[in-house]
């Protein structure tokens, strides 16, 4: 409807003088009246009743525009339905429909997933990870070059707490589960002996400032737990289909982060407080940050100072997206109030996508009391009740590769139809359902239309100006909604109004199916409503796939 609204808004400019805007135009209570109303008229001297008038005389019907009439002090325009569905649905059945080249030779950088490897990752991971290469999608769709990255908290107190408990209880052994849980246990098992003991928090110590003077022996159990990390990782990711083009390590650049400090300290940027720790002032706006410890180990932020300035280095950024939990919000704010102090003019194009918290009905989770609910079991959990729920439905062929996508949708599209700000309880059994708003809804629909295209086999030319029910003109304009869509989430950078025209398109699809026999029609009817199946089926491949869900052809 977007290009009827434009070509409203044109001559509506033209002929009263007024610059009318195309989201001023608003839809008639009454389907009779037309299918664009304005009200301009009451923006000039005057009788507005007569204005309309006048305005609506200077309009003549053309392209989308088949008919202006008055009510009162409104013009309403009615839609050249022929040519608007010939123009949809020819424009829908290209390969590329729905995307744009808005922001070609912008390049953008998203950051996401940033796990420690010390533990498997958990359910927190899992949205930041959908939602990173979601958004990484969608910019794409909008013309962006997308730099995919991965921060790796590769060093710190945490991981040497889970090199000590290897080496206390270890025994050596390798691992005989996948590796990020085998590695956990030693963390969490360390975790709770400290909490008795606290001689072992300065073992740690100890042990991270022996790291950072490059000890042999302690680099070399360093390589080995973070390798398990690493393996036991890269299998949920490749299972969730989350992908990187460049991997960032702390370990390779904390010295530049007090390389940084250092120089903001000479500058007058950092102060040093009384423990000789270094911080930069930031009240009142902000709380002060502490960016180096009293002993002159570094921290999280020491690392992402000298990350962002490595990011802009190394790519030429027009934008660098960090997709970070809501919890960390002021650090954000702080992290760039003082990427600016240091003088780094790019920083504002450093950009906070920030997410709330998933919760399951089972509870709040703690990974340092090993109360944490792994992305790996909740994987499981749902690929499992998604082939019980194939079984229901009596798909019998492939039926595992059919649910282990049917869990992933259920689990994708329930993350990234929430406002990524709110925070979610994820619901399994309602997730895997084939009815409702669901991920699994949708790939039903996108089957369903694959099924009927099937069973049609070839057939002659179109004529869509007989497509004039109401149930095929709502999917009609439904699907020319789509562009519009993409291209305002790659300016807001979000995910769930994609999710939810997709469940809108899905409904007004069965509304269409039920009413408007496809098989069974004849002719250049039959042709007409043949192509408007396959374009809804190409929507909503298009549109699940910027999701990173896996549209399926049977189910």
Not at 94 to 112: F, I, L, P
Request: net charge positive.
């Amino acid at each position: 409807m977007l290009e009827f609204r434009k070509q409203v808004a044109v001559a509506l400019s033209k002929a009263s003088g007024v610059e009318v805007k195309p989201r001023e135009l608003t839809i008639p209570p009454n389907p009779e009246l037309g299918d664009l109303s304005s009200n301009v008229a009451f923006q000039l001297p005057g009788n507005p009743k007569e204005n309309s008038e006048k305005i609506a005389g200077r309009i003549k019907p053309r392209g989308l525009i088949s008919k202006v009439e008055t009510k009162g002090p409104y013009i309403n325009f009615f839609l050249n339905w022929a040519e608007f569905n010939r123009l949809t649905i020819a424009t829908a059945l290209k390969h590329n429909y729905g995307k744009n080249t808005d922001y070609t030779g912008k390049t953008a950088m998203v950051e996401y997933s940033q796990p420690n490897p010390n533990k498997p990752q958990h359910v927190g991971h899992l949205r930041n990870n959908l939602l990173g290469m979601a958004v990484s999608n969608i910019l794409e769709a909008n013309g962006w070059e997308v730099v995919k990255a991965n921060l790796i908290n590769d060093r710190g107190i945490h991981i040497c707490k889970a090199m000590l408990g290897y080496l206390k209880w270890g025994e050596g052994k390798e691992p005989n589960e996948k590796p990020d849980h085998f590695v956990a246990k030693f963390y969490q098992r360390f975790v709770m002996e400290e909490a008795k003991d606290p001689e072992l928090t300065k073992e740690a110590q100890e042990m991270l400032r022996k790291w950072e003077a490059g000890d042999p022996q302690v680099r070399a159990l360093w390589r080995k737990i973070v390798d398990w990390a690493y393996k036991g990782w890269n299998e949920t990711y490749s299972m969730t289909g989350t992908e990187f083009d460049v991997w960032f390590y702390e370990s390779e650049t904390y010295l530049d982060g007090k390389r940084i400090v250092d120089s903001g300290l000479k500058r007058g940027v950092f102060k040093k407080a009384d423990d000789g720790s270094v911080y930069a002032e930031l009240e009142p706006e902000l709380p002060n940050k502490t960016v180096l410890r009293s002993d002159g180990t570094s921290i999280y932020i020491t690392n992402d100072l000298a990350l962002a300035k490595r990011k802009f280095e190394s790519y030429p950024l027009d934008k660098s997206i960090y997709v970070i939990g809501s919890a960390q919000n002021t650090y954000m704010k702080q992290l760039f109030r003082i990427l600016k102090l240091l003088g780094f003019e790019w920083s504002d194009k450093c950009c906070h996508l920030s997410y709330g918290m998933v919760s399951l009905p089972e509870g709040k989770m703690s990974s340092r009391l090993g109360r944490m609910i792994y992305a790996d079991d909740l994987l499981d959990e749902v690929i499992n009740l998604a082939e019980k729920e194939a079984e229901k439905k009596g798909i019998s062929e492939d039926v595992k590769e059919t649910a282990k996508h049917v869990g992933l949708a259920a689990i994708k599209f329930n993350f990234l139809k929430v406002n990524h700000r709110k925070d979610i309880l994820f619901e399994k059994e309602k997730a895997v359902s084939f009815e409702g708003d669901t991920g699994p809804y949708v790939q039903y629909a996108h089957a369903r239309c694959n099924q009927i295209i099937e069973k049609l086999g070839s057939y002659g030319k179109p004529n869509y100006s007989k497509l004039t029910t109401l149930h095929e003109r709502e999917l009609v304009k439904k699907i020319s909604e789509f562009p519009e869509i993409v291209r305002e989430c790659g300016e807001t950078l979000e995910t769930h109004p994609i999710a939810n025209y997709l469940l809108e398109l899905t409904h007004t699809f069965s509304d269409f199916y039920a009413n408007c026999p496809v098989i069974q029609s004849r002719g250049s009817l039959r042709a007409a409503r043949a192509d408007l199946v396959k374009a809804t089926k190409g929507v909503l491949s298009t549109g699940l796939s910027l999701l990173g869900i896996k549209p399926l052809e049977k189910m």
